[in-house]
């Protein structure tokens, strides 16, 4: 019999087993207990629940957009110079009668375009743009900043466009500032915008994986049928407990629906993963839907970490052209132990085992998973994308094939997390294409998440659901609805994104406003809504649905 599989089946064993340890006394899976706010006389030991604020639903809003063919060309050294920019007539094949340069390293120096904007709708906003070295530029409407992007470093004149950028009727400042760096522009050119219209929600909801359960099948075709109406709502939660959930309820009176969680492969101890396996597995029984990451501490003997300055893994070594994906133990050992593969690779393999018998328990209690392995592959700050895209793809493919051909996991929603092109695995390999948003020093940027959303769809297809596995700060509903970016779903950071050191809600990326805007409007699926979609029922002796969760200790921690 196949040892690695008894493994595998022996750590699902084990974390099934702890969870009906911890939970002896229940006959049954109830809807969550409702949510108390410990107030202990210590003369009872009594606990007592306290009232939460309740919020009104927001209906989706934007202004009345009025699709209108039209085109404005403005010239650089026409419109209002700044902070020592200046114009100049040095460079060839300029537009007009001259170009702007002068604007330094400071980012201090601006043009201020006044534009005429005819009607409401979304515009493709186009600057020609010579820069010897990349530069970072921001773009104001007013005192707001709506975008940035980043210069070639050519040296030519070049077209820069970004696309689909909102604008209302009337005159408006635009403001064009470069960050980091001289840069010659020569004009901005406004125009319709038409990409935004060619995004569609016609995801068919068929997993890749033809093998798949049931309650998987359920879940995605639940997705699929809901994606372009609503955007699911997610929180991360940290240490196997729901205290971010918690506070999201006690902040907004509503409980996202999606419990995020990052497994690890332990050193030693098992009762940490145990707990976040029961954790996840009691939020999908209660409910709700469990997301599940795999932030991978390299299997290193000298250095272990997720980041790549963490640890002296190599993925290049362990990258073979044996296929190893559907062999047993036994026979891993032996091509390890003849040097046929190496030991980062077989390193690789028994940390791939050690997670499917986490996934395993999972399964074994009927649970669906969101599974989000390699997360951000496009980057080199994680080992798993440090070594090219390349290594990159055999490992996905590695996990992919190992999961569903040998360890039969049928449980499993895959979510790619590449977000680059030219990081995108085999399209048989994944269900759901996620990005992770986050904007430096900026507070409620939800809005700013439509570029994302069009680029994504642009390289995956739009047979493929398109979702945020990571954010900063919580979506925007108004303007994705606005954008026609309605992502599948969002998950919100946790740490200092949602808490402070007294575990209290945090508003240094999210406003309260922003986050109970968000988590009320139309245009958002939380918990309760989604109970009563799938027609769970909570017990008649709990309270309304929206008010249940398992409580728990507060965790913080950073990004």
Known sequence: MDIRKITAFITAVIAAAAAFTACDKKSEITAPVPIVEETTDKSTEATT????????????????????????????????????????????????????????????????????????????LSFNILAEKAVNCR???????????????????????????????????LEFVPENGDVCLDYLKIENNTSLSEISYDAKGELVNKNAGESAKELMSFLSDNYGKY????????????????????????????????????DQNFADSFK????????????????VSWFWKAPSDKKSGVRTDETDFDLSKAVTDKNIAELTEEELRELYSKGNISKECYGLMLDIDNMAGQLTSLRNRGVPVL??????????????????????????????????????????IWIWNGQSDSTLVDRRTFDIASVD?????????????????????????????IAISECGCVPDMDTAFRDNA??????????????????????????????????????????????????????????????????????????
């Open 437 to 465: 948003l986050y904007f430096s020093g900026e507070k409620d940027c939800g809005s700013k998440y439509y570029e994302e959303f069009a680029a994504v769809q642009k390289f995956v297809g739009s047979d493929k659901l």
């Open 486 to 559: 309605v992502w599948s779903f969002f998950g919100m950071w946790y740490g200092k994104y949602i808490q402070n050191d007294k575990g209290n809600f945090s508003e240094e990326f999210n406003s309260k406003e922003a986050l109970v805007r968000a988590y009320n409007s139309d245009g958002a699926m939380t918990l309760d809504e989604y109970r009563k979609l799938r027609g769970f029922e909570v017990k008649e002796d709990t309270e309304d649905a929206s008010e249940e969760a398992v409580s728990d200790t507060t965790v913080t921690t950073e990004k």
């Open 231 to 266: 955007i699911i709502t997610g929180q991360y939660a940290y240490g196997g407990d729901n205290s971010e959930l918690d506070l999201i309820y006690r902040t907004t009176g509503k409980y996202p629906v999606i419990r995020f969680a990052n497994f690890e492969v332990p």
């Open 276 to 291: 976040e396996v029961d954790a996840a597995a009691d939020w999908y029984l209660n409910g709700g839907i469990s997301c």
């Open 49 to 124: 629940t306290l009232p939460v604020e309740t919020f009104p639903d927001y209906p989706v809003t934007y202004p009345e957009i009025e699709k209108t063919q039209s085109g404005s060309l403005y010239e650089a050294e026409k419109a209002e110079l700044k902070g020592g920019a200046r114009a100049a007539t040095d460079k060839p094949e300029f537009s007009g009668e001259g170009y702007v340069t002068g604007f330094g390293e400071e980012g201090k120096a601006s043009v201020v375009f006044d534009i005429d904007v005819p009607t409401n709708q979304h515009y493709d």
């Open 139 to 173: 773009i104001k409407l007013g005192d707001e900043q709506i975008t940035t992007f980043r210069t070639t470093n050519n040296g030519q004149f070049t077209y820069i466009t970004l696309y689909g950028v909102f604008l209302t009727k009337g005159r408006q400042k």
């Open 371 to 412: 599974w989000r392995p390699l997360p951000e592959g496009c980057g080199s700050w994680y080992w798993w994308g440090a070594k090219g895209t390349d290594s990159y793809k055999w490992l996905w493919n590695l996990i992919y094939d190992r999961f569903t051909k040998y360890f039969e996991l049928d449980n499993l």
